[in-house]
């Protein structure tokens, strides 16, 4: 299985993709993770990623879909779960086009939602700077621009699956998985 996880930050991306870990046995693919580790490994990819870090700007779409087929080159492109990865359509493109050269197409994508001010008071409670509730209605309006086109560009595809995430982790995690049982008997 090739699943894409999305969902506005603090939704429990993070939480979610660590169950499918653990209980599917996918292969977990987070490009934030990889930029860092790139960054700290100093690898070409990681020294250019930095220098637009460091600048204040978004590390480009070319650059990060290299990052990430280092990693799926490592690792292989069958079960596995891309989690923040792809952010526009583009993104969306280059990945459905490396996936299915590789053999192993997207199998299903899965939208976790929730409401925005939940989302607020949920990340307000963990403290961060940037968890700020002014910054994060800001995160979730870039957020809801950017994936929303993504979105559609799975829905029109047949792939796209959405989940509640309101609720405990338990729940969130029986509601994905169901989803993704149901894309999987309809095929």
Do not use: C
């Not at 580790?37 to 690898?43: D, E, K, L, V, Y």
């Not at 700007?57 to 650059?63: D, S």
């Not at 560009?153 to 792939?159: D, E, I, P, S, V």
Request: charged fraction near 25%; glycine fraction near 12%.
């Amino acid at each position: 299985m090739q699943l894409i996880l999305f969902g506005p930050p603090g939704i429990g991306k993070g939480t979610q993709s660590a169950l499918l870990v653990e209980r599917l046995g996918l292969k977990h693919v987070s490009t934030g993770d990889l930029l860092r580790g790139a960054i700290r490994g100093g690898t070409a990819l990681g020294q250019q990623a930095k220098a637009f870090i460091d600048a204040g700007r978004l590390v480009p779409g070319a650059l990060v879909r290299g990052i990430a087929n280092e990693r799926l080159a490592e690792i292989g492109y069958d079960n596995v779960i891309l989690d923040g990865y792809p952010r526009t359509v583009e993104q969306a493109e280059w990945v459905d086009e490396d996936f299915a050269a590789a053999g192993h197409p997207i199998t299903v994508v899965v939208s976790i939602t929730g409401d925005n001010e939940v989302i607020v008071e949920r990340l307000a409670a963990r403290g961060r700077p940037d968890d700020a509730p002014d910054i994060v209605r800001k995160r979730l309006a870039v957020y809801a621009a950017e994936t929303a086109p993504v979105e559609d560009h799975y829905r029109q595809a047949g792939l796209l699956v959405t989940v509640d995430g309101e609720g405990d982790v338990e729940e969130v995690y029986g509601r994905i998985v169901q989803a993704i049982e149901s894309v999987l008997v309809e095929r």
